[in-house]
């Protein structure tokens, strides 16, 4: 399974694949991504804010809830998925924290899964499992779990 994450310009810059699942992670008033019917495997949309910490013990019930909720949604389409798109705004948070988590699941079980970068031009470009901060490895660890089945 090939798993990337790009931004909303470098997605909008691809030509559909008939093997590929695309997930368009929303903000706050961002709209839905515009993409042919055809030629996606499917494409779903998602809302997905840049949460933090909240409260006074630095609460991350949000984060936390957010990122199950996503994954309980995703999971029934990456069934016979080779490969998957996630892209938000600016490719540079939410996509790269949901993309890890999938990654993170999909490498125990295809240890030939691999993580792309969709770069400005459209290339998909191997990388390395990106660092990431508290909203990121909570929201990649929520995913890999609850695909996983241990979480559910």
């Known amino acids: 399974m090939k798993i990337a994450y790009s931004s909303k310009k470098a997605f909008q810059k691809l030509a559909p694949d008939s093997n590929t699942l695309v997930l368009s992670l929303l903000g706050e008033g961002s709209e839905m991504v515009e993409t042919p019917n055809t030629g996606w ?3 779903l949309s998602m809302k ?3 949460l933090r910490p909240s409260g006074p013990e630095g609460s991350f019930a949000p984060i936390d809830d957010q990122a199950k909720s996503l994954a309980r949604q995703l999971k ?3 069934e016979g998925v080779e490969k998957i798109i996630i ?5 540079e948070i939410r996509s790269v924290a949901v993309a890890t988590g999938i990654y993170a699941w999909a490498h ?3 240890d030939t899964a691999k993580l792309y ?3 400005s031009n ?3 470009m191997e990388t390395d499992f990106p660092h990431t901060d508290t909203f990121g490895g909570r929201t990649y660890s929520w995913i890999s779990r609850i695909l996983s ?4």
């Open 41 to 43: 495997k499917n494409h």
């Open 48 to 50: 997905f804010s840049v």
């Open 76 to 78: 029934p389409h990456l």
């Open 87 to 91: 892209h938000c705004e600016a490719g």
């Open 108 to 110: 125990r079980k295809l």
């Open 117 to 119: 970068e969709i770069n």
């Open 122 to 124: 459209g290339s998909w």
């Open 149 to 152: 089945g241990k979480d559910d």
